[in-house]
């Protein structure tokens, strides 16, 4: 049997060792590392509502009237009147009947997928979808099929070729790639899910606040809200906050409450991140809103056009989620040290999170960074790619 020293000195020699950075204040557009004033590159607080005056007095509010803890799972004593509120308030504006909350994004994959599927069932899940998604399969004990990344054609053969007798089709897509940053075919999943008589299930961990009119996400974007049947989302990102939620119809949402396990059997999220939930969808559903998502969107293009001109490969990236693609673990995790070094946080990702051979920088865009600053990172990040003859 190979010790842990052995399996930690084997990922080492790959390139493949993790660690965490501590970073000293806020997500913003400038942090602290080692006390060090560095421009932050890969934070998935989008719209800067992380710290948010508005979604922290809400949070210090809700404490001061309602405490820190909520004491209990939802099923037992946890149900506050801002869990409900909040339910309310999200199923509002996903335009759905009825919405439940979850204590993070990994909680609800796992949970909903596990719970409206199992034997006997069959999802169909695009090859780059999140872990989430991918445990949540694996816990469910359906068939678990998985199709090249947004081929239609693949998984319409799929979906032909695959017997289910009984039991139900789901079919569950990332909105946006958090990996690659390119949107799913949402349109055309709708389609195929109604020729089947699929579930189709979204994930909008990235699309949630940011995407759309009006920032109700990736089927927004699309024209598609009313074919989603279960629209999941974060509240971590975008939001600024933290937790998930399902939004779908009373039924679903009835029937998540009484099987979705990782729901059921844990403490429900506390007064303050449900405040701050509340505060969120509040500005990203006002004018405030709409001038921070036109401030992320101007960041964005500045960023992707100056990598592009600059002959670097964004990966197909539609949002503000940039890859810069590089290849290798070793040299993708050189290139994310030098440019620390330039004064940009960036992290580099590897296998397993991507697959072996298209490790890359990600780079992400916020609405609270600076315009030089943006155009600082990008000479930086031309620099090092010089340097390392990713670009000439
Ligand atoms: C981040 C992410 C999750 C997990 O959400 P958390 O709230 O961070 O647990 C799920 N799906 C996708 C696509 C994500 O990017």
């Known amino acids: 049997m190979r010790t842990f020293a052995e399996e930690l000195a084997a990922l080492r020699s790959e390139g493949l060792f993790r660690s965490m950075r501590v970073v000293e204040?806020?997500?913003?557009?400038?942090?602290?590392?080692?006390?060090?004033?560095v421009l932050l590159f890969c934070s998935n607080n989008y719209l800067g509502l992380a710290d948010h005056p508005k979604?922290?007095?809400?949070?210090?509010?809700?404490?001061?009237?309602?405490?820190?803890?909520?004491?209990?799972?939802?099923?037992?004593?946890?149900?506050?009147?801002?869990?409900?509120?909040l339910e309310n308030r999200i199923a509002a504006f996903k335009g759905t009947d009825a919405a439940l909350v979850f204590n993070s994004g990994y909680a609800a994959n796992t949970g909903i997928v596990s719970a409206i599927v199992g034997r006997g069932d069959v999802i169909f899940s695009d090859r780059l979808n999140h872990a989430s998604i991918v445990d949540g399969a694996l816990l469910s004990r359906a068939r678990?099929?998985?199709y090249p990344h947004n081929d239609m054609t693949a998984l319409r053969r799929l979906l032909e070729d695959t017997e289910v007798e009984n039991g139900r089709r789901l079919i569950v897509t990332d909105g946006v790639f958090s990996m690659d940053g390119d949107l799913a075919k949402l349109p055309e999943l709708?389609?195929?899910?109604?020729?089947?008589?699929?579930?189709?299930?979204?994930?909008?961990?990235?699309?949630?606040?940011?995407?759309?009119?009006?920032?109700?996400?990736?089927?927004?974007?699309?024209?598609?809200?009313?074919?989603?049947?279960?629209?999941?989302?974060?509240?971590?990102?975008?939001?600024?906050?933290?937790?998930?939620?399902?939004?779908?119809?009373?039924?679903i949402i009835?029937?998540?409450?009484?099987?979705?396990?990782?729901?059921?059997?844990?403490?429900?999220?506390?007064?303050?991140?449900?405040a701050a939930s509340m505060a969120a969808l509040d500005m990203v559903d006002s004018p405030d809103g709409a001038e921070l998502r036109a401030s992320l969107a101007?960041?964005?293009?500045?960023?992707?056009?100056?990598?592009?001109?600059?002959?670097?490969?964004?990966?197909?990236?539609e949002t503000q989620i940039v890859p810069v693609y590089v290849g290798g673990a070793e040299q993708t995790m050189e290139f994310s040290r030098l440019l620390l070094?330039?004064?940009?946080?960036?992290?580099?990702?590897?296998?397993?999170?991507?697959?072996?051979?298209?490790?890359?920088?990600?780079?992400?865009?916020?609405?609270?960074?600076?315009?030089?600053?943006?155009?600082?990172?990008?000479?930086?990040?031309?620099?090092?790619?010089?340097?390392?003859?990713?670009?000439?």
Do not use: W
């Open 25 to 37: 204040g806020s997500q913003s557009g400038r942090i602290l590392l080692d006390g060090r004033e």
């Open 55 to 85: 979604l922290k007095k809400a949070a210090i509010m809700a404490v001061e009237s309602s405490g820190v803890g909520s004491g209990a799972s939802r099923l037992v004593s946890g149900t506050m009147e801002l869990h409900e509120a």
């Open 144 to 146: 678990f099929v998985r």
């Open 190 to 251: 709708a389609a195929l899910k109604r020729e089947f008589g699929a579930l189709l299930m979204v994930d909008d961990a990235h699309g949630m606040g940011v995407l759309g009119e009006t920032g109700r996400g990736c089927a927004e974007l699309c024209g598609i809200m009313a074919d989603v049947d279960i629209q999941m989302g974060t509240l971590g990102k975008a939001m600024g906050s933290f937790g998930a939620y399902a939004a779908a119809s009373g039924e």
């Open 254 to 274: 009835d029937y998540l409450v009484n099987r979705a396990r990782s729901f059921i059997f844990s403490t429900s999220l506390p007064p303050a991140v449900l």
């Open 298 to 317: 101007r960041n964005t293009l500045l960023f992707k056009s100056g990598l592009q001109a600059a002959g670097f490969d964004t990966m197909g990236s």
């Open 341 to 392: 070094a330039e004064g940009v946080f960036v992290q580099g990702i590897r296998p397993p999170t991507v697959p072996a051979g298209s490790c890359r920088l990600r780079c992400t865009l916020m609405a609270n960074q600076s315009e030089d600053d943006v155009v600082q990172a990008v000479a930086a990040i031309i620099s090092v790619g010089k340097r390392l003859r990713i670009i000439e």
